[in-house]
């Protein structure tokens, strides 16, 4: 996989300040095309590298946006979600896009796969991004509704991070045999 360089000290990251800022970085590009659609939920934070989660939250709604016709205007959205269990902290960004083909699906993660013109993607995006959150400790994954090569409306991309502070080790308190 391309070779992250290493970036800032893993910190306490406010996921929904993370995922407002990235939306109006994007926002210009995503109103062209969708209405936004904010379903954010309190959330406690996650654990990791706060610029990083952000570039990889503009990625998504960036891809979100680019997979929808720009003569579409009006009936489509990209609705950007967080939610979370107390365990985990999801971010889910949802297209109403043309969808993934279901032979893309497994490819989508392959560094350079990329469905895009060379103009506008290099396909480096999400398996950068993916790397981005497994080493956070989290998992990226998507659903995509399109059935065969019928491309069904839209995908969506979700990000699961471990809360700050559940998965820390502690180190085990060293008793006397008995």
Do not use: Y
């Amino acid at each position: 996989s391309p070779a992250l360089p290493e970036h800032g000290a893993r910190t306490i990251v406010d996921v929904n300040r993370t995922v407002e800022s990235a939306l109006m970085l994007t926002r210009g590009q995503i109103i062209e095309r969708a209405k936004i659609v904010r379903c954010i939920e309190e959330v406690p934070p996650v654990l990791m590298d706060g610029g990083r989660l952000g570039q990889v939250v503009v990625n998504l709604l960036v891809n979100a946006a680019q997979a929808i016709p720009k003569e579409a205007r009006g009936d489509h959205s990209v609705t950007i979600t967080t939610r979370s269990d107390g365990r985990t902290v999801e971010i889910a960004v949802c297209d109403t896009g043309q969808g993934i083909r279901e032979r893309d699906l497994a490819r989508i993660w392959t560094p350079f796969f990329t469905t895009k013109t060379p103009d506008v993607g290099t396909g480096l995006g999400l398996s950068i991004s993916r790397e981005i959150i497994e080493r956070a400790g989290g998992t990226m994954r998507v659903t995509s509704p399109a059935q065969g090569d019928l491309l069904a409306r839209g995908s969506e991309f979700v990000i699961a991070l471990p809360v700050a502070g559940r998965h820390e080790s502690v180190p085990p308190i060293s008793s006397p045999l008995p």
